[in-house]
């Protein structure tokens, strides 16, 4: 089974952790370069950006993430995972950085404006089976996507599930629902990369 960390600086570290198991992943935290080395794939977890932007400057691990995606290590970001694997960001915090990764315009907390969460069904291009529960909270949209970057689902006219490559995000939080087809989606990118 394929090793598959989960970004453990802050946010819904153990529900991922729960749903990459579920999908039959071996699933570890990654907090340290060292860490980051010993997976296959990572996860992004939700939670808040600007604190996940400043704690991956403090643990040393902004150049590595990024040097790891650029060398094609699949990735997955849910909601504040999202905004770390953008290439640009709109309303975030003026020393806010990102990973990077997906050719795209992320807005922070844009549904937000509206709602400060909800739950809709959401279909996604390569997920059979039905819709899946998207559980939106405090969510970015994808304002807009470049050349290389694939929109998956959309909601309410707002792309809200984008892959380029191996890395994949969505504005909701699949790790919240018993629900496991993002993640064994996921894991299948790990699989074959
Ligand atoms: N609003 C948060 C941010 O900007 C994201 C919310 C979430 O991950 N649920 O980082």
New binding site residues.
């Given amino acids: 089974t394929p090793v598959v960390g989960v970004l453990a600086l802050q946010?819904d570290v153990r529900e991922h952790l729960a749903a990459l198991t579920a999908a039959g992943a071996t699933a570890r935290q990654v907090r340290r370069p060292e860490e980051l080395a010993e997976v296959a794939g990572l996860v992004i977890p939700?939670?808040?950006?600007?604190t996940?932007s400043k704690l991956a400057i403090v643990f040393g691990l902004l150049e590595p993430l990024r040097e790891r995606v650029r060398a094609g290590m699949p990735v997955y970001g849910?909601?504040?995972?999202m905004?770390m694997l953008a290439d640009k960001i709109l309303d975030g915090r003026d020393d806010q950085e990102t990973i990077g990764g997906i050719d795209m315009i992320v807005r922070?907390?844009a549904f937000?404006r509206q709602n400060e969460s909800f739950e809709a069904e959401v279909d996604i291009d390569g997920i059979d089976g039905g819709p899946v529960e998207g559980v939106f909270?405090?969510?970015?949209w994808v304002e807009s996507v470049g050349g290389g970057a694939e929109v998956l689902a959309t909601f309410d006219g707002h792309t809200v599930a984008v892959r380029q490559g191996n890395v994949l995000a969505t504005s909701f939080?699949p790790e919240l629902t018993g629900d496991h087809r993002v993640h064994q989606l996921f894991v299948e990118m790990v699989l074959r990369a």
Avoid: F, L, Y
């Fill in positions: 946010g939700g939670g808040e950006s600007t996940m849910t909601c504040a995972g905004i922070r907390n937000g909270i405090r969510a970015p939080h």
